[in-house]
């Protein structure tokens, strides 16, 4: 098949951008909410997102930098600042309310009022999680890596999970059912996926 070759040091920050969401796919999302220093609620969904470790539990997500006078999110600063923040798992059933979220407001905005879901005490962080996800991470920050300084690079943030909170409907011992959790995706510009689609291959010995 004919390929095409892109060197990065060539093209544009965005056309690689385009390429780089285009081709990770599909990429799970991190709803994180978060407090400043004054308690404003803040939620903000993130693609760049993954599991690091199981022991410890670890988990990540990138906040990018933006253009304009502030160019890093508020996320990022209130988890700077606290160094707390909750990942709630999105469903299907409210990734309209989550879509809200990613519009660019001004800081002092609380997002759960702005989206209408609800925020629901967690026992070892102060930033609440999302009543309507199904699976939420409690999580405190371990460290975090700067990359780049310009739009098209961003700060990769780490958190140690504190304490995990799953819907007992959608978990068989410690097995959470995709069926029941109903996860989405994203993949390049608007587009997301369902998880429903999905095949075994069991790894050979």
């Known amino acids: 098949m004919p390929m095409l070759r892109f060197d990065p040091g060539g093209s544009s920050a965005a056309d ?6 285009g081709m990770v796919v599909p990429r799970p999302i991190a709803f994180v909410s978060s ?24 988990v990540c997500f990138v906040s990018s930098f933006r253009k304009g006078e502030t160019p890093t999110k508020d996320t990022l600063r ?3 600042a606290t160094k707390e923040f909750v ?11 989550m879509n809200l979220t990613s519009a660019e407001v001004p800081p002092e905005i609380d997002e759960f009022e702005l989206s209408g879901l609800t925020p629901v005490a967690s026992e070892l962080v102060k930033p609440p999680r999302v009543g309507e996800s199904r699976a939420q ?11 780049g300084e310009h739009p098209g690079g961003g700060t990769i943030v780490f958190g140690d999970v504190l304490r995990f ?3 007992a409907e959608v978990l068989d011992g410690y097995k959470i059912d995709p069926d029941k959790l109903k996860a989405i995706g994203r993949m390049g510009g608007p587009t997301y996926v369902r998880t429903r689609d999905r095949f075994d291959m069991i790894r050979p010995k």
């Open 78 to 80: 209130n988890v700077l």
């Open 165 to 167: 909170h799953v819907d």
């Open 137 to 147: 991470m409690e999580c405190r920050l371990r460290q975090i890596l700067q990359i």
């Open 35 to 58: 407090l400043d220093e004054r308690g404003v609620r803040n939620l903000a969904p993130f693609s760049y997102f993954m599991a690091c470790t199981a022991d410890p539990p670890v």
């Open 16 to 21: 690689i951008y385009k390429l780089m969401i």
């Open 87 to 97: 990942v709630n798992i999105v469903s299907e059933e409210f990734a309209d309310k």
